[in-house]
């Protein structure tokens, strides 16, 4: 059996953010961070951030910002982000 990333291992203890998954640990860094954007609490959403490094959720955040999948996440998240992102 493979090791889980931490990444892996982040997506398999919040589940409930993609409950339509059947395995959580094959998503994307994309999809984590568009699930825990829309459904995590501020502690999930800074884990994760220090989990991927900074420079690489902020690759993923730029990415979903531009793409339709933004519209899953709230405005004022997208936009606190992005000014917490940009400093």
């Known amino acids: 059996m493979t090791e889980l990333t931490e990444l892996q291992q982040f ?11 059947s395995d959580v640990t094959k998503l994307d860094e994309e999809s ?3 699930g825990t954007l ?3 609490d501020m ?6 951030m220090n989990l991927m490094w900074k ?12 793409s ?4 899953n996440i709230e405005p ?10 940009a400093k």
């Open 11 to 21: 997506a398999l203890e919040h589940k409930m953010f993609w409950w339509w998954v």
């Open 55 to 66: 420079r690489a959720f902020a690759s993923c955040f730029e990415t979903l910002s531009k």
């Open 68 to 71: 339709r999948r933004a519209q």
């Open 38 to 40: 829309t459904y995590g």
């Open 76 to 85: 004022r998240t997208l936009s606190y982000w992005s000014h917490y992102l």
């Open 32 to 34: 984590i961070v568009e």
């Open 43 to 48: 502690e999930d959403k800074k884990t994760l």
